[in-house]
């Protein structure tokens, strides 16, 4: 029996080297009022290294301005592209998982509801988090795009329901470096504004888009100047060496076609500057193209095409309080700074085999683990 027994230790059951093992996957999923987003990466001593990444339009938010709740075509929507989602995590093996919700969510009397259906649905456990929150994340994702010489930076996040801005003290982040920021960001001010692509052109569906516009800009414009004369921003944002930072679906669709690609190419618009009035002559291109017309640009697409008009209003309402400034387009934001402050910053408690157990269910069980 002791010889079987020893035969047994050395046979096929026994574990590789520790060596050739593969870093671990880490993944961050962000449930927005347009988008679904998922990003998976592996870390790297500077940052990290992309490994797979999914972006589904589910237009969480279609109607929730009228009716205050999440409907079920659109939680349909969101479900099928989570499932999507839930089955990548699933087939990579993916350890370390955060998955974010934000402005539906956070707005809808069911969206407390709808995030427990969501776990009990594909496994995956969604945070709602707060607009501040939502501001420091996307400033960690992108805070490698803060030009060497600039003293204050505008980060512009325009959302599917609200938009993030952020003065951020440049200088300091600088100083700071990203062990620095994760554990507190150096924004001097912020707002988060409740105007969002969605949201703004639901708000003004029943105009054409020749009267649409112009309503859609004062609307943002009240909210943008609000806050820039509180806190003087246009006074802090005066140095010609300012400028602004615009992280979203909006900008760099705007920088598409602006940069006349024939497709989207990230690394083509990632990190890339518009200036002031070139920006604006691509700008109002898109606005009297119509919603037909800016479906032909192959950077925008017929998914986005009606949502253009509002995210060119929200980009012009921002832009007015530093029309001097150049704007730096980043392909990168929340999903990025919430990889970053998983693998960078302060380690979470995991507890032993490092996933939620739950009962085996039809659609093969919990898909990752999701932490929150």
């Known amino acids: 029996m002791a010889e079987k027994k020893s035969r047994g230790g050395q046979g096929r059951n026994r574990r590789p080297p520790r060596n050739d093992r593969k870093p671990p996957l880490y993944a961050a999923v962000d449930l927005g009022t347009n988008n679904c987003r998922l990003l998976v990466a592996a870390p790297t001593r500077n940052g990290f290294n992309v490994v797979d ?8 938010g279609e109607g929730l301005e009228h009716s205050g709740r999440l409907s079920e075509a659109a939680m349909d929507r969101a479900f099928n592209a989570l499932e999507a989602i839930a089955k990548k995590l699933k087939a990579k093996r993916v350890g370390h998982v955060r998955c974010i919700a934000t402005e539906a969510c956070r707005k809808a009397e069911n969206g407390a509801e709808f995030i427990e259906q969501i776990r009990e649905r594909t496994g995956l456990t969604f945070k709602i988090i707060g607009a501040q929150e939502e501001a420091r994340l996307a400033l960690i994702g992108c805070h490698n795009l803060i030009d060497d010489d ?4 505008l980060v512009l996040d325009i959302g599917g329901g609200s938009t993030e801005l952020s003065l951020v003290d440049a200088e300091k982040a600088r100083g700071d470096g990203l062990d620095g920021m994760l554990k507190r960001a150096p924004i001097k001010a912020w707002t988060s504004i409740p105007l969002g692509v969605v949201t703004l052109t639901e708000a003004f569906s029943h105009l054409n888009e020749e009267e649409a ?5 004062e609307r943002a414009r009240s909210y943008v100047d609000a806050w820039a004369g509180k806190h003087d921003i246009r006074a802090l944002l005066a140095d010609k060496t ?9 900008v760099t669709c705007v920088a598409g076609v602006h940069f006349g690609l024939e497709r989207y190419r990230r690394d083509l618009v990632d990190g890339q500057w518009m200036d002031h009035d070139g920006c604006y002559a691509t700008m109002d291109a898109l606005i009297e193209a119509g919603p037909e017309g800016r479906a032909e640009y192959p950077t ?3 998914d986005r095409a009606g949502l ?3 995210g060119c209003a929200l980009m012009d309402a921002v832009w007015s309080i530093a029309p001097h400034a150049r704007m730096r387009v980043a392909d990168r934001g929340l999903r990025e700074g919430l990889l970053l402050s998983m693998m960078k910053g302060p380690k979470r408690k995991r507890s032993r085999g ?3 157990r739950r009962p085996r269910q039809k659609n093969g069980g919990n ?4 932490k929150s």
């Open 308 to 310: 253009m008009l509002a």
């Open 354 to 356: 490092g996933r939620k």
């Open 367 to 370: 898909a990752a683990e999701a």
């Open 150 to 153: 600039a003293r204050s930076v």
């Open 242 to 250: 300012s400028h602004i930072i615009g992280t979203s679906g909006t």
């Open 300 to 302: 925008i697409g017929e």
């Open 213 to 217: 516009y112009p309503a859609m800009l």
């Open 53 to 60: 990444s999914h972006s589904q339009i589910a237009r969480l």
